[in-house]
């Protein structure tokens, strides 16, 4: 196929008002979530620790320690599942991937905040 037809499709679908947010941000990502008939929306808090691809496949992971457990959510970042991104504080961090916050417990695995 036309690479520039593929791109034109791809543009429509991104959204238009994005949050910026980077690794290291704590966010809180509001997420719309299918229970039967109904639909509500949940609300997921925590730090950014990836942001990976570009364009209509950009995606984000978002990690946060619930009851002692370590939990990390994906989401694509156009997708219309997400309903908005929330940021909380900024995080001050030297690194694309903060992969190595799962090895850290407590405050060692806080994020230095930017002012």
């Known amino acids: 196929m036309n690479p520039e037809i593929i791109r034109q499709i ?3 679908q991104l959204k238009k008002e ?13 997420a719309r979530i299918k ?6 929306v949940q609300m997921f808090e925590g730090t950014v620790i990836k942001r990976q691809n570009g364009g209509v496949r950009e995606n984000f ?5 619930s009851y002692g457990v370590g ?9 219309p599942i997400v309903e908005k991104i929330e940021v909380v504080r900024r995080g001050k961090v030297r690194r694309a991937k903060l992969y190595y916050l799962r090895d850290r417990v407590g405050k060692a ?3 230095k905040e930017r002012i």
Not at 19 to 30: E, H, K, N, S, W
Not at 35 to 40: A, L, Q
């Open 10 to 12: 791809e543009n429509e």
């Open 109 to 111: 695995s806080k994020v």
């Open 35 to 40: 229970e039967g008939t109904r639909e509500r």
């Open 61 to 65: 992971t978002v990690r946060r320690v």
């Open 71 to 79: 939990v990390e959510k994906s989401w694509p970042l156009h997708s």
């Open 18 to 30: 994005i949050t910026p947010f980077a690794v290291g941000d704590t966010v809180r990502v509001y």
